[in-house]
C-alpha cells in the first residue's frame, strides 16, 4: 500500500482552487505571525473573511436581482457550498477525542520517562542524539518557523511522492539499510561493554588462603 494512499486527495492538488483555498490562507496568516501579534493577525483575517463575504453577498445581488443573469436559486451565491457546512460538534466527538487525547499523552509519558531512566541504554542513546539535533535546529529558527515549514511539506511532498515515488522509495530504502547498519553497530559495541567488566571478573583468580 502506498505510503500517500490514506491521505486526503486535498493534498494532492487535484483540486487546485480547493487546494489553494485552504493552503493559502494558513500560510499568509503563518507569516504574518512573523511580524505581528496573534491578536492583529486574527482581527484582520476576520475582517478579510466579513469583506470577502459581503463582496459575494453584493455580487449575488447584482447578477440575480439587478441584472438577471443569473436564475435565482442557491448555486448562483459563490457561497452556496459553505451553508450546507456541518459545524456543530457532537458530544460523542468531543468524548472520543478526549479520550484517545489522554490516551496518547499517558504513552507519551511512559515512554518519556523509560528515555530518561535509560531503561534502555540503545533507545536512550538514540533520544541524546536526536535532542542533540534538535537544539541546532533552535539556534536556526523557531517554533513559528517550523510549523510553516511542515504545513508547506504537508502540501508539497505527498504530490512529489506519487509523481517520484520509485525513485523516493528506493532512496529511502537505501538510507534506512545504514540507519541499520549503523544501529546494529551501536548495538554490538554497547553489549561487548557491557560484558567486558563481567568477563574480567570471572578471569581474576580467587586468593587462596
Known sequence: MSLTSSLPS????????ETAAIFLPTLVAL???????????????????????SLCKLYTHVMVNLLAKLPADPSSDPLHKVYSFDLTISADSVETIISSSISNVNDILLLLRSLFLLDSLVDSIKFGVLLYFITYIGLMCNLLTVITMAWITLFTFPR??????????????????????????????????????????????????
Open 10 to 17: 486535498v493534498m494532492f492538488w487535484s483540486n487546485p482552487l
Open 31 to 53: 507569516v504574518a505571525l512573523v511580524s505581528y501579534s496573534i491578536i492583529s493577525v486574527v482581527s484582520t483575517s476576520c475582517l478579510v473573511i466579513l469583506l470577502a463575504v
Open 160 to 209: 512529489l511522492y506519487r509523481d517520484n515515488e520509485m525513485a523516493i522509495d528506493s532512496f529511502v530504502e537505501k538510507m534506512m539499510g545504514q540507519v541499520e547498519e549503523v544501529k546494529s553497530k551501536v548495538t554490538s559495541l554497547v553489549t561487548r561493554t557491557k560484558a567486558t567488566p563481567m568477563k574480567s571478573v570471572e578471569k581474576t583468580p580467587e586468593k587462596e588462603e
